[in-house]
């Protein structure tokens, strides 16, 4: 089936298996930040934005992205930098796998939640599981980031 | 220190987080074959036919393995050291299969979809066999997990394949049946743990291929390179000459990478085609033939007088190896060594133990290897027994557990070994402050329904294996004054590439930018045991400080020599060596280009650690949880972990290392739950099932470190990957007793558990 999509802004048009996921199409394209950390929707590693809202490419057809704009990490290097910044400072990307499709869900917060409380950024991320931190170092991250960018 | 005990950024931290192409997967894109397992659907059973014909047609398929093409060596999984101390039990396609996902054949193709395919269109005959399910039926049993007559073991572990025993030992220090007479309190009761997965976010991974030179290439995510070079040039039958291993950066490991999980199904198709091969677990088979925490059954008699003085222990680990005895024998020692250890005062100790094979998936390594499960154990007893005493849990603790007091003093039960360094005093002191336990203490009603309790536990663990774990370091002196420094530890996202940076910029007094590191490959990398045991800060760290101080004397000879002094008149500030004497000297830039042109001494050192002890860090866990009556719902409130490490090389990182220990230790304790239909399929085999803890489950873990000096570590450093594991599960259990007058002993503590605990309560 034929699509015609835009990934980070860029035209791409290609003839796609119906069957085939948005993860392993973008992967296949040479969209490596672009993680799998299971099969059933659980883990939030594979997070891009399609038209700017977040979903998790591993059970989102290929062909659902047709005549849409997609985001993955690779597109947003000045926002991965800043907010991958702040979890470096805490250490708290680890051993990183989880961390593209965590930060693409946290620029989606941002976009979508004015000054979120701790209980909000929590639920907004819950879909993110990480292993290696227990998350609290994460949310000292993302409450740096926040803190900085109202500050300016 | 300039750079040791600071909060640096890994060095490879940026690349992570804009999700640079650095894992295994995303390295090895080019075209290379699918490789996908047929596993067994039966517990037990033997492959009496198997036709492939069918399935080979299909387009794009180019090679089916079965039982017949497979190399007839046993070997064991287990990264250990050379003779391990694990059965050589396996085959890499065996024709007896002893668990529900065992591997029937290897099915290699081009295209995912036809080789999916070919997994349903290979026909099996099974002849199919009484399962053993149940592990405390295991020993002695009729059914026989291992009757083949070339199992064998290299070490003497008290292994006997036809009574399905993997290892035993009784081991006995005093006379505890005697000290039991004069105990006033005993405790006797039987705890479980379940096999908990590590659920690393990467997945088990590999790829292989012929290099230029005919050796077989195998980069994979794993914690021991060096391991993974024995056990395929075991199993495949092929001289470790033959083979390089490449770790690129992995996506966490958690011990389960410590066996040998994907590497060897693509190795073989490698072999066989001579093409490049790549496995990707799913999450499904990592869950059901990955390498989780054994299951254990842990009886514990524990008796004091009446003033709360513990005089003997006596702890019985029955622990499920499961179909093979990947660290069966090894994991179960920690579970009464590091346990007991902790309550160095008793007058008398017993451990005894049987690791027994079943029909049920194998384990593995999980951080903590055994002490998790032997702390969760003895921890909970020690608890019951304060409550039978009506002391004060933390005053029982500090009546008896090793402190700072005991510091000179030998440990039994800790292979004798001599304590240097210990504030376990001072982190429980600290603990309880820090969660307000004197008022806290044993629980508050906070509303209808609701209660607020607190809840403690204290652990130890090792730093590396005593005399058998090795580091070795190479540094070399580039052009212009930068170092390479080449280390064999594997960083699996914890950071070890970046500490041993740091102690590397303190001894040669420089940026940690002037210290290049990389991944392990073996054909480069020095020789190290791997990350695991929790050896890297200790082992390879000191092995770094041994190399950078060897290196100092080369640059100072180098320095020396040029300046045409003695170098015992020359002395080296990381930037010049200069003369005591007068005001020549020369620059690190001038000394490294010269090494490099001309009459030159090219600089390098090397240097290897190995350590005659393996110093316990330790740990106190105390956790506030508010549990509904009704429900018996948990939620944990407050969980705060006071850590003595030695000196922190990292705080940053060490502080998230606790972190993230407590996270999967609540995990074990309260929602991961291992589920087997009745023919021993893992029901439990995705996070649909098998629950992890998310970011809502906590509201706050809360770090402090109380650092005492190892005298024998780097900069007085033990170590802090495992030991954050063991405390969540006793606290928690303690604190839901406190709540609710009901010890659960087995794992997790469901609030169905809970809720039938308080009702068995009313009707008493």
Request: one cysteine or more; proline letters at 4%.
């Amino acid at each position: 089936m034929k699509i015609k999509l835009w990934i980070n802004e860029k035209e791409f048009t290609d003839d796609v298996s119906p069957d085939i996921a948005l993860l392993e199409w973008l992967r296949s394209k040479g969209f490596y930040s672009i993680k799998r950390g299971c099969e059933t929707s659980n883990c939030g590693l594979c997070t891009v934005l399609l038209d700017g809202k977040p979903v998790l490419s591993c059970s989102t057809l290929a062909i659902r992205a047709n005549g849409k704009y997609v985001t993955t990490l690779e597109g947003v290097e000045k926002d991965a930098l800043e907010i991958g910044g702040f979890m470096a400072d805490e250490g708290s990307e680890q051993c990183g796998f989880c961390s593209p499709g965590f930060i693409m869900n946290v620029i989606a917060m941002k976009n979508e939640l004015t000054n979120p409380t701790e209980e909000e950024i929590k639920k907004y991320l819950v879909g993110n599981l990480c292993r290696c931190t227990g998350y609290v170092g994460q949310l000292r991250a993302i409450k740096n980031y926040l803190k900085s960018t109202k500050e300016v | 220190m300039k750079v040791v005990n600071k909060s640096v950024r890994k060095k490879d931290a940026m690349s992570l987080v804009t999700g640079k192409p650095v894992y295994t997967d995303d390295i090895t894109t080019g075209s290379s074959l699918i490789v996908k397992l047929l596993r067994s659907r039966h517990a037990h059973a033997i492959v009496e036919e198997i036709n492939t014909e069918r399935a080979l047609k299909l387009p794009g398929i180019e090679c089916i393995l079965t039982y017949k093409d497979a190399p007839q060596s046993r070997f064991t999984n287990a990264g250990q050291s050379f003779p391990e101390p694990s059965p050589y039990d396996r085959l890499i396609l065996d024709k007896r299969l002893r668990c529900v996902g065992d591997p029937v054949a290897i099915v290699a193709g081009w295209d995912e979809k036809n080789i999916d395919k070919a997994l349903r269109f290979i026909k099996v005959k099974y002849q199919v066999l009484e399962p053993l399910l149940d592990f405390t039926k295991s020993k002695d049993n009729e059914v026989l997990i291992h009757p083949e007559e070339d199992f064998k073991s290299l070490v003497d572990i008290g292994a006997d394949n036809n009574r399905n025993l993997c290892s035993s030992e009784n081991s006995e220090y005093g006379d505890v049946e005697e000290q039991f007479k004069n105990c006033t309190h005993i405790i006797e009761e039987t705890y479980h743990t379940q096999a908990n997965s590590q659920t690393m976010m990467e997945t088990f991974r590999t790829h292989t291929s012929f290099d230029a030179y005919g050796r077989l290439n195998v980069i994979s995510s794993t914690q021991v390179p060096f391991h993974v070079r024995r056990i395929v040039s075991n199993a495949l039958e092929i001289p470790k000459s033959k083979i390089r291993v490449i770790k690129p950066r992995i996506g966490g490991g958690f011990g389960a990478k410590q066996s040998v999980v994907s590497e060897l199904y693509p190795a073989l198709v490698t072999m066989k085609t001579g093409k490049p091969a790549k496995m990707i677990y799913t999450r499904k088979e990592s869950f059901t033939n990955g390498s989780p925490r054994h299951e254990a059954q842990i009886t514990i008699r524990l008796g004091s007088d009446d003033d709360g003085n513990i005089k003997a222990i006596h702890m019985y680990s029955l622990w499920n190896a499961g179909a093979y005895g990947d660290h069966g024998p090894t994991t179960v020692g920690l579970s009464g060594h590091k346990a007991m250890t902790i309550y160095n005062k008793v007058n008398a100790f017993k451990f005894d133990f049987d690791v027994v094979y079943s029909n049920t998936m194998w384990g593995g390594a999980y951080r903590g290897y055994g002490a998790t499960q032997g702390i969760f154990a003895l921890e909970c007893a020690v608890n019951e027994l304060a409550t039978k005493l009506n002391m004060d849990p933390t005053e029982l603790r500090m009546k008896n557990m090793l402190t700072h007091e005991q510091v000179g003093n030998k440990m039994p039960a800790y292979y004798n070994e001599v304590l240097n360094s210990c504030h376990l005093d001072k982190c429980l002191i600290k603990a309880k402050e820090m969660i307000d336990w004197d008022n806290k203490y044993p629980y508050r009603e906070v509303g209808k329904d609701k209660i607020r309790s607190v809840g403690c536990a204290v652990a130890m663990q090792g730093s590396g294996i005593s005399n058998v774990d090795v580091g070795a370091v190479e540094i070399r002196l580039n052009d212009d004054g930068f170092y390479t420094l080449m280390i064999g530890a594997t960083d699996m996202g914890t950071g070890c590439d970046t500490i041993l940076s740091q102690m590397a910029a303190d001894i040669l007094e420089c940026d940690l930018e002037n210290i290049v590191v990389h991944g392990v490959d073996t054909d480069l990398s020095p020789y190290d045991t791997g990350s695991y045991a929790s050896s890297t800060t200790y082992i390879t760290g000191m092995a770094v400080v041994k190399t950078c101080k060897s290196m100092r004397e080369k640059i100072l000879s180098e320095g020396a020599r040029l300046l045409k002094i003695p170098v015992e008149k020359v002395e080296f500030d990381g930037k010049n060596v200069f003369s005591l004497e007068d005001d020549k000297s020369i620059s690190l830039k001038d000394i490294a280009n010269f090494s490099l042109v001309g009459e030159n001494n090219y600089i390098t050192a090397s240097e290897s650690h190995y350590s005659p002890t393996s110093p316990p860090p330790f740990m106190a866990g105390v956790v506030e949880v508010e549990v509904d009556k009704l429900t018996g719902k948990v939620d944990i409130i407050d969980y705060v972990a006071v850590v003595d490490c030695g000196t922190v090389i990292n705080p940053n990182l060490s502080r998230i290392q606790v972190e993230g220990g407590i996270m999967q230790g609540i995990g074990m304790a309260l929602y991961e739950d291992v589920t087997h239909d009745k023919k021993g399929r893992l029901t439990s085999s995705s996070f649909l099932q098998y629950k992890i803890p998310s970011r809502l489950d906590v509201k706050d873990i809360r770090v402090e470190f109380e650092s005492s000096y190892e005298p024998t570590g780097p900069f007085g450093a033990k170590s802090i990957g495992e030991i954050v594991i063991n405390t969540p599960s006793p606290a928690i259990a303690h604190a839901v007793y406190n709540a609710t007058q009901v010890n659960i002993r087995q794992l997790p503590i469901t609030s169905e558990k809970i809720v039938m605990g308080m009702l068995e309560n009313k009707k008493k």
